[in-house]
Nanobody, 117 residues
Framework: QVQLVESGGGLVQPGGSLRLSCAAS????????MSWYRQASGKERELVAR????????NYADSVKGRFTISRDNAKNTVDLQMNSLKPEDTAVYYC??????????WGQGTQVTVSS
């Protein structure tokens, strides 16, 4: 049974930092591409960052380039998202995603990130 459990969300002031973590189980983690998506209230879910199975390739949304960093630890089956210089427009529910080699998607339950003074 595939499980993705996010943690690390919360309330932070503009300019602050948060680190999200996703713990994965129930599948061969190292061969799955892992991503973080987010969905703000009233908006569609969007890709924030993606990392391939071996961690050699990453992609970021233009809106977070230079501020967010995605990383993975295949020994621990975790994928993290380090978020720096947070802005109010980063406020959203953040979701962990696992994409199989056959392009099947699995999702976590989401964690709320709120950037506000």
């Amino acid at each position: 049974q595939v499980q993705l459990v996010e943690s690390g969300g919360g309330l932070v002031q503009p300019g602050g930092s948060l680190r999200l973590s996703c713990a994965a189980s129930g599948f061969t983690f190292s061969i799955y591409a892992m991503s973080w998506y987010r969905q703000a209230s009233g908006k569609e879910r969007e890709l924030v960052a993606r990392i391939n199975g071996f961690g050699r390739s990453t992609n970021y949304a233009d809106s977070v380039k230079g501020r967010f960093t995605i990383s993975r630890d295949n020994a621990k089956n975790t994928v993290d998202l380090q978020m720096n210089s947070l802005k109010p427009e980063d406020t959203a529910v953040y979701y962990c995603n696992a994409n199989s080699p056959r392009d099947v998607d699995y999702w976590g339950q989401g964690t709320q990130v709120t950037v506000s003074s």
